[in-house]
Protein backbone atom coordinates (compact mmCIF):
# COMPACT_ATOMS: atom_id res chain seq x y z
CA UNK A 1 0.00 0.00 0.00
CA UNK A 2 1.36 3.52 -1.11
CA UNK A 3 1.77 5.80 2.00
CA UNK A 4 2.75 9.29 1.79
CA UNK A 5 4.63 11.22 4.37
CA UNK A 6 5.74 14.75 4.74
CA UNK A 7 7.35 16.85 7.09
CA UNK A 8 7.02 18.79 8.61
CA UNK A 9 3.21 19.54 8.78
CA UNK A 10 3.67 23.11 9.95
CA UNK A 11 6.50 25.55 9.10
CA UNK A 12 6.64 28.97 9.75
CA UNK A 13 9.80 30.98 8.58
CA UNK A 14 10.53 34.90 8.04
CA UNK A 15 11.30 36.33 4.49
CA UNK A 16 14.31 35.96 3.07
CA UNK A 17 15.69 31.94 4.45
CA UNK A 18 15.71 29.24 2.61
CA UNK A 19 13.72 25.79 3.58
CA UNK A 20 12.82 22.49 2.61
CA UNK A 21 10.29 20.66 3.00
CA UNK A 22 10.62 16.82 2.78
CA UNK A 23 8.16 14.07 0.87
CA UNK A 24 9.12 10.07 1.96
CA UNK A 25 6.88 7.80 0.37
CA UNK A 26 6.66 3.72 0.93
CA UNK A 27 6.59 2.40 -2.34
CA UNK A 28 7.64 2.86 -5.92
CA UNK A 29 5.48 4.87 -8.39
CA UNK A 30 6.24 6.79 -11.78
CA UNK A 31 5.00 10.01 -10.99
CA UNK A 32 5.52 12.85 -7.92
CA UNK A 33 3.20 16.14 -7.79
CA UNK A 34 3.49 18.97 -6.05
CA UNK A 35 0.49 21.07 -5.12
CA UNK A 36 -0.16 24.31 -3.96
CA UNK A 37 -2.95 25.10 -1.86
CA UNK A 38 -4.49 28.53 -0.76
CA UNK A 39 -6.93 29.10 1.99
CA UNK A 40 -10.22 28.19 1.16
CA UNK A 41 -9.24 27.77 -2.49
CA UNK A 42 -8.09 24.55 -5.15
CA UNK A 43 -5.14 22.50 -5.48
CA UNK A 44 -2.68 24.42 -7.87
CA UNK A 45 -0.34 22.29 -9.80
CA UNK A 46 3.59 22.95 -9.46
CA UNK A 47 5.37 20.27 -10.36
CA UNK A 48 5.50 17.15 -11.94
CA UNK A 49 8.56 14.79 -11.75
CA UNK A 50 9.13 11.65 -13.65
CA UNK A 51 12.26 10.14 -13.00
CA UNK A 52 15.32 9.71 -10.46
CA UNK A 53 17.39 13.02 -10.23
CA UNK A 54 14.76 14.77 -12.13
CA UNK A 55 14.78 18.74 -11.09
CA UNK A 56 12.23 21.57 -12.09
CA UNK A 57 12.22 25.09 -10.96
CA UNK A 58 9.89 27.51 -10.88
CA UNK A 59 10.88 31.25 -9.28
CA UNK A 60 11.75 30.45 -5.68
CA UNK A 61 10.82 26.76 -5.85
CA UNK A 62 12.39 23.85 -7.05
CA UNK A 63 11.65 20.35 -6.74
CA UNK A 64 13.70 17.43 -6.80
CA UNK A 65 13.10 13.32 -6.39
CA UNK A 66 15.35 10.67 -5.43
CA UNK A 67 13.44 7.31 -6.66
CA UNK A 68 15.99 5.38 -4.34
CA UNK A 69 15.79 7.18 -1.30
CA UNK A 70 11.96 7.46 -2.02
CA UNK A 71 12.18 11.33 -1.31
CA UNK A 72 11.26 14.16 -2.84
CA UNK A 73 12.21 17.72 -1.54
CA UNK A 74 10.20 21.02 -2.35
CA UNK A 75 13.09 23.93 -1.38
CA UNK A 76 12.27 27.61 -1.15
CA UNK A 77 14.96 29.86 -1.52
CA UNK A 78 14.53 33.36 -0.17
CA UNK A 79 11.05 32.97 0.95
CA UNK A 80 8.62 36.23 0.26
CA UNK A 81 5.13 35.93 1.92
CA UNK A 82 3.36 35.07 -0.84
CA UNK A 83 4.66 31.74 -0.89
CA UNK A 84 2.63 31.08 2.35
CA UNK A 85 0.02 28.12 1.46
CA UNK A 86 -0.27 24.32 1.99
CA UNK A 87 1.62 22.28 0.38
CA UNK A 88 0.74 18.73 -0.72
CA UNK A 89 3.04 16.46 -2.14
CA UNK A 90 0.91 13.54 -3.93
CA UNK A 91 2.08 10.22 -5.84
CA UNK A 92 0.21 8.12 -8.46
CA UNK A 93 -1.02 4.75 -8.11
CA UNK A 94 -2.44 2.60 -10.01
CA UNK A 95 -5.39 4.32 -12.74
CA UNK A 96 -3.97 7.47 -12.21
CA UNK A 97 -5.08 7.45 -8.64
CA UNK A 98 -3.38 9.92 -6.37
CA UNK A 99 -2.33 9.42 -2.62
CA UNK A 100 -1.77 12.44 -1.24
CA UNK A 101 0.72 13.47 1.71
CA UNK A 102 -1.12 15.58 5.18
CA UNK A 103 0.20 18.42 3.51
CA UNK A 104 2.70 21.16 4.99
CA UNK A 105 1.35 24.59 6.15
CA UNK A 106 3.82 26.98 5.30
CA UNK A 107 3.42 30.78 6.89
CA UNK A 108 6.01 33.37 6.24
CA UNK A 109 6.00 36.67 8.49
CA UNK A 110 7.95 39.66 7.29
CA UNK B 1 -12.51 26.47 -21.12
CA UNK B 2 -14.02 26.17 -18.48
CA UNK B 3 -11.74 23.52 -16.65
CA UNK B 4 -13.23 22.10 -13.59
CA UNK B 5 -16.39 23.31 -12.61
CA UNK B 6 -18.71 22.12 -9.35
CA UNK B 7 -21.69 23.46 -7.84
CA UNK B 8 -22.37 24.00 -5.07
CA UNK B 9 -19.81 25.91 -3.72
CA UNK B 10 -21.74 25.28 -0.31
CA UNK B 11 -24.25 22.89 0.95
CA UNK B 12 -25.52 22.57 4.87
CA UNK B 13 -27.56 19.26 5.31
CA UNK B 14 -29.61 17.66 7.84
CA UNK B 15 -27.99 14.24 8.81
CA UNK B 16 -30.35 11.59 6.31
CA UNK B 17 -30.73 13.85 3.98
CA UNK B 18 -29.58 13.06 0.35
CA UNK B 19 -27.58 14.88 -2.36
CA UNK B 20 -25.88 14.95 -5.41
CA UNK B 21 -22.89 17.04 -5.89
CA UNK B 22 -22.03 18.07 -9.52
CA UNK B 23 -18.35 17.96 -11.42
CA UNK B 24 -18.33 18.72 -15.66
CA UNK B 25 -15.00 19.16 -17.19
CA UNK B 26 -15.02 20.71 -20.70
CA UNK B 27 -11.30 19.27 -21.58
CA UNK B 28 -12.69 15.86 -23.42
CA UNK B 29 -10.29 13.91 -20.33
CA UNK B 30 -11.38 10.33 -20.22
CA UNK B 31 -9.99 10.43 -15.92
CA UNK B 32 -11.91 11.89 -13.12
CA UNK B 33 -11.97 11.31 -9.89
CA UNK B 34 -13.73 12.78 -6.19
CA UNK B 35 -11.08 13.49 -3.27
CA UNK B 36 -12.19 14.87 0.44
CA UNK B 37 -10.13 17.12 2.05
CA UNK B 38 -10.08 16.56 6.11
CA UNK B 39 -8.47 18.94 8.34
CA UNK B 40 -5.19 17.37 8.93
CA UNK B 41 -5.52 14.87 6.28
CA UNK B 42 -4.65 15.59 3.35
CA UNK B 43 -7.05 14.23 0.22
CA UNK B 44 -8.54 10.56 -0.17
CA UNK B 45 -9.69 9.20 -2.94
CA UNK B 46 -13.46 8.43 -2.77
CA UNK B 47 -14.79 7.07 -6.45
CA UNK B 48 -12.80 7.37 -9.97
CA UNK B 49 -13.48 6.92 -13.25
CA UNK B 50 -11.63 5.99 -16.51
CA UNK B 51 -14.07 6.57 -19.17
CA UNK B 52 -17.78 6.91 -19.58
CA UNK B 53 -19.88 3.42 -17.90
CA UNK B 54 -16.65 2.82 -15.93
CA UNK B 55 -16.60 3.56 -12.12
CA UNK B 56 -14.73 2.05 -9.21
CA UNK B 57 -13.97 2.67 -5.76
CA UNK B 58 -11.31 4.47 -4.04
CA UNK B 59 -9.78 4.85 -0.15
CA UNK B 60 -12.95 6.18 1.11
CA UNK B 61 -16.25 5.01 -0.59
CA UNK B 62 -18.47 4.15 1.64
CA UNK B 63 -21.52 6.32 1.42
CA UNK B 64 -21.23 7.62 -1.45
CA UNK B 65 -21.57 6.78 -5.19
CA UNK B 66 -21.12 7.89 -8.51
CA UNK B 67 -21.95 7.12 -11.80
CA UNK B 68 -20.61 8.51 -15.74
CA UNK B 69 -22.35 8.34 -18.11
CA UNK B 70 -20.75 11.13 -20.35
CA UNK B 71 -17.51 12.15 -20.61
CA UNK B 72 -18.02 15.52 -19.46
CA UNK B 73 -19.96 14.60 -15.76
CA UNK B 74 -19.11 13.33 -13.47
CA UNK B 75 -21.51 13.15 -10.06
CA UNK B 76 -20.81 12.55 -6.56
CA UNK B 77 -24.44 11.24 -4.45
CA UNK B 78 -24.76 10.94 -0.74
CA UNK B 79 -26.90 8.61 0.15
CA UNK B 80 -27.79 9.26 3.31
CA UNK B 81 -26.09 12.28 5.11
CA UNK B 82 -24.00 11.50 8.07
CA UNK B 83 -22.00 14.29 10.30
CA UNK B 84 -18.77 12.42 9.64
CA UNK B 85 -19.04 13.56 6.01
CA UNK B 86 -19.17 17.28 6.93
CA UNK B 87 -15.77 17.94 4.42
CA UNK B 88 -14.41 19.96 1.72
CA UNK B 89 -15.11 17.90 -1.81
CA UNK B 90 -12.99 18.40 -4.63
CA UNK B 91 -13.51 16.87 -8.30
CA UNK B 92 -10.00 16.10 -10.72
CA UNK B 93 -9.38 15.25 -14.28
CA UNK B 94 -6.88 14.10 -16.42
CA UNK B 95 -5.67 12.15 -19.44
CA UNK B 96 -4.79 8.71 -19.03
CA UNK B 97 -2.14 8.60 -21.16
CA UNK B 98 0.82 11.00 -21.72
CA UNK B 99 3.91 11.41 -19.97
CA UNK B 100 2.77 13.89 -17.07
CA UNK B 101 -0.99 12.99 -16.64
CA UNK B 102 -1.15 16.11 -14.50
CA UNK B 103 -4.66 16.13 -12.51
CA UNK B 104 -6.77 19.49 -12.37
CA UNK B 105 -9.11 20.33 -9.35
CA UNK B 106 -12.03 21.92 -9.56
CA UNK B 107 -12.67 24.85 -6.94
CA UNK B 108 -14.41 22.64 -4.28
CA UNK B 109 -17.58 22.34 -2.58
CA UNK B 110 -17.97 22.51 1.27
CA UNK B 111 -20.63 20.42 2.85
CA UNK B 112 -21.41 20.49 6.55
CA UNK B 113 -24.03 17.98 7.92
CA UNK B 114 -25.80 18.85 10.47
Known amino acids: ELKVEQNPLFLSMQEGKNYTIYCNYSTTSDRLYWYRQDPGKSLESLFV?????AVKQEGRLMASLDTKARLSTLHITAAVHDLSATYFCALRGGAQKLVFGQGTRLTINP | NAGVTQTPKFQVLKTGQSMTLQCAQDMNHEYMSWYRQDPGMGLRLIHY???????DQGEVPNGYNVSRSTTEDFPLRLLSAAPSQTSVYFCASSWTSGDYNEQFFGPGTRLTVL
Open chain 1, 49 to 53: LLSNG
Open chain 2, 49 to 55: SVGAGIT
